[in-house]
């Protein structure tokens, strides 16, 4: 197999026992960018002489001493940052037009951490504009296609980066999810996406798109690699006041933990009209095989559901007009009418919802609304120690098909977007495919229990390993 | 005809001296800095920067609350408040809205006034030309930019962006400009007594709205009882206020008040309605003009900041923040403790400066040797030394400075001769015909005229304290 296609496990393996170096690694993944982005349009700014240089630096670390990874867990490891984390000296878009030309003078606290961690920055992906959108056709700069199929969307609003990742284009690729934008890519790109718990990973430097709803989060290929990430991403940040101090865990080492009588929910509501036949199917296969592995699988019941959606669609875009009322082109920028459709939209939606006489009946209600979907999941998890769901009602749709139609665009997210709302952690694994392209489940978990999702991916991932199969571009 | 009465209340902005800005780690000390060098992403409102509210912040807010008698309350938030301005890099400033940290005080002023006007709070208590004055709230924010129009362009500088702003709102108790001047003396000085903030108005460190509206006829005063029985009255409010910007003085406030009271009488006068609205004034003209109207106001959409969890305050740690002795409690000690006269301790208690080396002297063991009375040290503070109290001066070399002026006075009454003082007393009356006619009809100041002319008759060779009382024996023949 080809070194790009490895997993960070299995890469840092190689790199101690130096069958390769870190300069070859990155090499091969610019190597493959030179190759097949131009079909894809995963990333939107290369920064391939840094990039060299900082894997030179990563050999000469390891040539040191192996034990450089031991302070540095992703030394030489070839990654793409989604465009809305802020990179000192290097081009920050949003995927955004009006701030095509932007050179942050400060890295985003993850970035930061990541650099330290001794990750190789290889450049910036695609995404939709400024996050909004679940299939990466919102981006100012054109779509990201489905490396399984380049009639497909890769799912968004991360579009970029499940592209480049499932391409073997980098070895991990950073994503926000507010409503489904880490794990609809990893579900449509057969890659494991972690939606952190709010506040477990800073914020502070990623370009806001909903503040109370933003989790900062990744994706790769395999649940250890995911276990891996977060431990360098996670944890309080002084720059964030919305960051939690809870202790960051040794999250991969809860991967070899069974999940024998473990109590899994699946919420009834989610398994209703709307959902294809196919993605059901596929869904009640995987409880099958949780079972088989000695979980307890349940029914649950998240009662207020249906208003998810409504909540989730007033609170997001009155949050998203008041972030993006700094874009005025006085400082840095052009002009506001560079702004895209859907962030017009978003704008209005949200300038509307806040407005004097109209606060009350939108912003106010639907702000008691999120207080009883955070409830369903308490008590959801008062029951269950997880909950599963599939990831989206449909497979990867086709470029062009939903863009016409904002709410069935919307409408992508149903499954997700309750999760955001409710502040939860949830973890996008494999769960195979339907028509040769890739569905996924997402593991939904109690706040701060991320080692839960792990422990409960993994054992998954082991049974099925459908991350061992490769798109053919 | 019925009196026509001004309804007055009070927006004031006081920026705090914390050492670093509200939401970030820049110096809040920006005055005379170069434009934009105390600057950051947070405070440009870079893309991705999040603001980390300053502790100190809050706390001198809470400060500030107690000082003025308000409710802290347990449980506070910031909010987004929102207008498009090109100072403001954010699109809106972090506020408080609904839930800010203080609110329901009151501030007791004396009015020194000797006439006592009748005022708008029925509540209010009235002793000794006291008035209560009421504090709706007392909420921190942050400040804007500063625009820089030079020939045709405008420039921003940000380094005021983001210094720590707490606003005070007062309700509509005052009737009468007079009344306002002495209640924002008062609240600058116990400002400066807290040391939150030097409330420089020329540096815009203090800025004053008032809100001013007026009924030309009696109010339709609504009586109801509360719960606890006791009468209480409503008020009806006039359905109009107009609020004034742009003032950097106390003696400008008075001026803008006055004039749009005079303004608005005059509308009414005439049977029309003065329109809601904000105003600017216009120092050199004195007068207000229109800035925008109610049609024009914004919409603020306000929503509480997601970036900031909502503040919880322990009781425990309201009751540690100590307030400092105030201006009124020193005032009152002072005269009970040094029985020094109320003038004089009114004015000692102005600047906490004097109070400090006062209080210092006073405790100071060499001042006992001197066999000096309080009130003469305070005559010294006040007429000799006052320029020289900024300089820093230590209390021993005061002292030093006090003992040297009493050995003076004790030389000068040694070698003095009394009939030589007599001698000049009685040729400066026949000199200044004037000024000793107006004193007996009155005119009480005139003494220090005839006190300045005898010292320099006697080339300043006396103690001025003994000619005016020897004066005001001769004069009182």
Request: aromatic fraction near 8%; charge should be positive; hydrophobic fraction near 35%.
């Amino acid at each position: 197999m080809e070194i790009y296609y490895l997993t960070i496990k299995e890469a840092i393996g190689g790199l101690k026992k130096k069958s390769f170096s870190a300069l070859e690694l990155t090499k091969a993944c610019l190597q493959r960018i030179k190759l097949i982005d131009k079909k894809l349009f995963a990333f939107l700014t290369i920064d391939e002489s840094r990039a060299i240089e900082k894997a030179k630096e990563a050999d000469r670390l390891i040539r040191k001493s192996t034990e450089a990874f031991r302070t540095k867990p992703l030394l030489g490891i070839p990654i793409g940052l989604k465009d809305l984390f802020t990179t000192k000296d290097l081009r920050t878009t949003a995927g955004a037009k009006i701030i095509k030309d932007y050179i942050p003078p400060f890295d985003a606290t993850v970035v930061r951490k990541l650099k330290e961690a001794g990750a190789i920055i290889l450049g910036k992906t695609n995404e939709d504009a400024w996050g909004h959108g679940s299939s990466g056709e919102n981006s100012d700069y054109g779509p990201t296609r489905n490396p399984y199929n380049l009639d497909r969307v890769p799912g968004g609003s991360s579009s970029g980066s499940g592209a480049a990742l499932a391409s073997g284009e980098c070895l991990m690729a950073t994503g926000t999810d507010t409503g489904s934008s880490v794990r609809l890519p990893a579900a449509f790109c057969n890659l494991v996406g972690l939606k952190p718990t709010y506040g477990r990973v800073s914020r502070y430097g990623i370009i806001a798109m909903a503040s109370s709803f933003d989790t900062i989060g990744h994706i790769t290929r395999t649940v250890y690699d995911n276990a891996l990430a977060l431990e360098v991403t996670a944890g309080n940040d002084p720059y964030d006041a919305t960051s939690s101090s809870i202790p960051v865990l040794n999250y991969a080492s809860f991967l070899e933990k069974k999940i024998k009588s473990l109590k899994i929910g699946f919420p009834k509501e989610y398994l209703v009209e709307g959902i294809d036949k196919s993605v059901e199917e596929n869904f009640y296969d995987t409880i099958k095989i949780f079972e088989k592995l000695g979980a307890k699988l349940k029914k649950v019941s998240l009662p207020h559901t249906e208003y998810a959606m409504a909540c989730y669609y007033i609170l997001v875009p009155s949050e998203v007009s008041s972030n993006l009322a700094r874009f005025d082109g006085i400082r840095y920028g052009g002009e506001r009418n560079l702004f895209g459709a859907e962030a017009k939209r978003r704008i209005m939606l949200g300038t509307y919802t806040l407005s004097a006489g109209y606060y009350d009946a939108y912003y106010l209600k639907a702000a008691k609304v999120r207080r009883l979907i955070k409830q369903d999941f308490e008590r959801a998890f008062a029951e269950v120690d997880v909950m599963i769901a599939p990831s989206s009602p449909s497979i990867p749709f086709k470029i062009g098909e939903k863009i016409d139609n904002p709410l069935q665009m919307y409408l992508s997210d149903v499954f997700m977007c309750p999760v955001n709302v409710a502040g939860v952690p949830a973890l996008n694994i494999p769960s195979g495919f339907i028509e040769g392209l890739p569905v996924g489940i997402q593991i939904i978990g109690p706040h701060f229990k991320e080692e839960l999702l792990y422990q409960v991916g993994s054992a998954f991932e082991q049974e099925t390993k459908f991350y061992q199969i490769k798109p053919e571009i | 005809m019925n009196k026509p009465k001004s309804y007055i209340g009070l927006e004031v902005h006081v920026e705090l001296m914390t050492k670093s800005k509200m939401f970030c780690q820049c110096s809040a000390n920006y005055f005379a800095k170069e434009p934009n060098s105390q600057v950051c992403p947070v405070c440009l409102g870079l893309p991705g920067a999040l603001p980390v509210p300053n502790k100190k912040a809050v706390e001198w807010t809470v400060l500030i609350g107690k000082a003025l008698n308000c409710k802290i309350n347990n449980v506070s938030k910031f909010d987004r408040k929102h207008y498009f301005y090109p100072d403001l890099p954010k699109g809106y400033q972090i506020s408080q809205y609904d839930e800010p940290i203080a609110n329901n005080g009151w501030l007791k002023v004396k009015s020194q006034k000797s006439k006592v006007k009748s005022s708008n709070n029925e509540t209010m208590k009235q002793s000794n030309n006291e008035k209560l004055f009421r504090i709706r709230r007392v909420h921190l924010e942050e400040d804007t930019g500063k625009l820089l129009h030079v020939g045709q362009e405008t420039l921003v500088d940000f380094n005021r962006s983001g210094v720590p702003l707490v606003e005070i709102v007062t309700e509509p108790d005052f009737d009468n400009a007079d009344d306002v001047k002495f209640f924002l003396e008062e609240l600058h000085v116990i400002i400066r007594y807290l040391g939150v903030s030097n409330a420089d108005m020329e540096k815009g460190s203090m800025r004053i709205e008032p809100n001013i509206s007026v009924v030309s006829s009696q109010l339709s005063v609504v009586s109801k009882k509360s719960k606890t029985e006791k009468l209480k009255t409503e008020i009806r409010l006039p359905n109009y206020k107009v609020e004034v910007k742009n003032i950097n003085s106390f003696r400008f406030v008075k001026q803008a008040i006055e004039y749009e009271v005079e303004r608005q009488i005059e509308l009414l006068g005439k049977g029309k309605t003065p329109l809601q609205e904000t105003r600017g004034f216009d120092e050199k003209k004195g007068v207000t003009y229109s800035q925008r109207s109610k049609e024009e106001a914004h919409d603020y959409r306000y929503f509480p900041e997601p970036d900031i969890p909502p503040m919880t305050f322990a009781k425990k740690y309201i009751a540690s923040i100590n307030i400092p002795e105030l201006p009124q409690q020193k005032l009152k000690r002072y005269i009970k403790d040094f029985k020094i006269k109320e003038s004089d301790a009114f004015t000692l208690t102005r600047e906490l400066g004097m109070t400090k080396s006062f209080e210092e002297i006073m405790m100071h063991p060499e001042i006992r040797k001197l066999e000096i009375t309080a009130q003469e040290v305070v005559n010294l503070l006040l007429n000799k030394f006052r320029n020289q109290l900024s300089t820093d001066k230590t209390a021993e070399k005061l002292i030093e400075e006090i003992a040297a002026v009493k050995k003076l006075k004790v030389d000068i009454a040694n070698s003095f001769n009394e009939a030589e003082l007599n001698n000049s007393i009685t040729l400066i009356i026949k000199k200044n015909i004037v000024a000793v006619n107006d004193y007996k009809k009155g005119k009480l100041n005139a003494v220090m005229f005839l006190v300045g002319a005898v010292m320099r008759e006697l080339k300043g060779k006396a103690d001025p304290i003994i000619v005016k009382k020897k004066l005001i024996e001769k004069l009182s023949i």
